[in-house]
Each structure stands twice: as structure tokens, then as C-alpha cells.
């Protein structure tokens, strides 16, 4: 996903009153030995709180995968001794 194309995901769905959750994981499953940026909707759906949407990117480093995010106005958040581990960090 280009930058625009980014920008407009996360300004329609900010528009829409949802908060995109932006998740950096490294070796996911789908993925091996890369970093992945996903884009994460909460939903109103108690039986599935979270909707996923897109990759945003598919890298080599957490540098290049952060640089994925440059566009956006977002801050990180560290991850929580309960997440998947295979998640480094979350974007709000």
C-alpha cells in the first residue's frame, strides 16, 4: 500500500468513527522471517471486537515497517505482556 492510499484508508475509516489500530509483527505465520504492518478495526460486535483490514507493508526491519506508518498521525504503544508474540508493537 502506498502512502496516499494509507492516508486515505486511515482518514475514511477516522471519518467513519472508527480508530485503526495499526500492529507491527515479525515472523508471523503467513509471513516468515519478515516484519508485517496490519490495519485492525475495533467493532461493536462483542463476539468479534476486532475487524482486520489490510497489510500495510511486508519488510526486512522494524525501521522499514515504523517508515510504513510516516504518513500517519500516530503514536506507538508498547506491547502488553498478553499479546501474541509475535506482535513488537501497536500504533494508535
Same mark, same amino acid.
Given at each position: 500500500? @502506498?502512502?496516499?492510499?494509507? *492516508?486515505? &484508508?486511515?482518514?475514511?475509516?477516522? !471519518?467513519?468513527?472508527?480508530?485503526? =489500530?495499526? *500492529? =507491527?509483527?515479525? @515472523?508471523?505465520?503467513?509471513?516468515?522471517?519478515?516484519?508485517? *504492518?496490519?490495519?485492525?478495526?475495533?467493532?461493536? %460486535?462483542?463476539?468479534?471486537?476486532?475487524?482486520?483490514?489490510? /497489510?500495510?507493508?511486508?519488510? %526486512? @526491519?522494524? !525501521?522499514?515497517?515504523? !517508515?510504513?506508518?510516516?504518513? &500517519?498521525? /500516530?503514536?506507538?504503544?508498547?506491547?502488553?505482556?498478553? %499479546?501474541?508474540?509475535?506482535?513488537?508493537?501497536?500504533? &494508535?
Amino acid at each position: 500500500m @502506498n502512502a496516499r492510499e494509507l *492516508v486515505t &484508508l486511515h482518514t475514511n475509516a477516522y !471519518r467513519a468513527g472508527s480508530l485503526p =489500530i495499526y *500492529v =507491527i509483527t515479525k @515472523n508471523p505465520e503467513d509471513y516468515p522471517g519478515k516484519y508485517v *504492518v496490519r490495519v485492525q478495526f475495533p467493532t461493536k %460486535d462483542p463476539h468479534y471486537p476486532i475487524a482486520v483490514g489490510p /497489510v500495510i507493508a511486508v519488510v %526486512d @526491519n522494524l !525501521r522499514a515497517a515504523r !517508515r510504513a506508518l510516516d504518513p &500517519l498521525p /500516530v503514536v506507538r504503544m508498547q506491547r502488553h505482556a498478553d %499479546d501474541d508474540p509475535v506482535i513488537v508493537e501497536t500504533w &494508535l
